[in-house]
């Protein structure tokens, strides 16, 4: 079956790198997603990649991908303070018009930003 | 444009107890499901519908249903609470399309019941 796996805490300080890692079964996903719940909050999408790349730079955030490992990260650049939240990882297992867009999530990380 | 909303945002129940919330998006999408959240392990599918008038179980179904009578409209129904169903609820919908930003699920606020 589907499985989505992650750290559940990461604590850094203000200025420095976030780096969130998120491992997955499912050999067979297509794409996969990161998503951001603030305090009290529904998730919103941050970003997604599609497997066949390796890395998506989007202003200061880095994915990267390796899918012979199953391997996906999640790099925050110069981690400010409201960036504090939890980060879930998720993909779509067997892509495709019969999966409906369900999605399988991770744990979530809880991403804490100190000043 | 609200997106998703639900009702209520908090609910206390005691067990035996029924309830239901509803969630309604305004964004035609025609894609609706039903999680909930416990901390620790993201987040759950409990049902999904993938049309008006349709429903399917997901990964945690037992103990609720659903029905999508309206295309903006999906509900979830607690017919006897018990105190494992005490979680955050969180409704979201999506349109048709190929996986990926196609695919976006867009979120509610959450509904947080306590069943005592």
């Known amino acids: 079956g589907e499985d989505v796996e992650q750290s559940l805490f990461l604590s850094v300080r203000e200025g420095d790198s976030s780096v969130i890692n998120c491992t ?13 719940q603030e305090p009290g909050a529904g998730l919103q999408l941050l970003t997604y990649i599609f497997s066949n790349m390796d890395m998506k730079q989007d202003q200061r955030l880095t994915v990267l991908l390796n899918k ?6 999640l790099r925050i650049a110069d981690t400010q303070t409201g960036d504090s939240a939890i980060y879930f ?17 991770g744990q979530g990380t809880i991403l804490t930003v100190h000043p | 444009n609200a997106g998703v909303t639900q009702t209520p945002k908090f609910r206390v129940l005691k067990t035996g107890q029924s309830m239901t919330l509803l969630c309604a998006q305004d964004m035609n999408h025609e894609y609706m499901y039903w999680y909930r959240q416990d901390p620790g392990m ?26 999508r009578l309206k295309k903006q409209n999906f509900l979830l129904g607690l017919e006897s609470a018990a105190p494992s169903q005490t979680s955050v609820y969180f409704c979201a919908s999506s349109p ?21």
């Open chain 1, 24 to 36: 997955y079964t499912d050999s067979s996903s297509t794409y996969l997603y990161w998503y951001k």
């Open chain 1, 68 to 73: 012979k490992d199953k391997h996906l990260s």
């Open chain 1, 89 to 105: 990882c998720a993909e779509i297992p067997n892509a495709g018009g019969t999966s409906y867009g369900k999605l399988t999530f």
């Open chain 2, 42 to 67: 993201g987040l759950r599918l409990i049902h999904y519908s993938v049309g008006e008038g349709t429903t399917a179980k997901g990964e945690v179904p037992d103990g609720y249903n659903v029905s």
């Open chain 2, 96 to 116: 048709i399309g190929l996986a990926g930003a196609g695919n976006e699920q867009f979120f509610g606020p959450g509904t947080r019941l306590t069943v005592l």
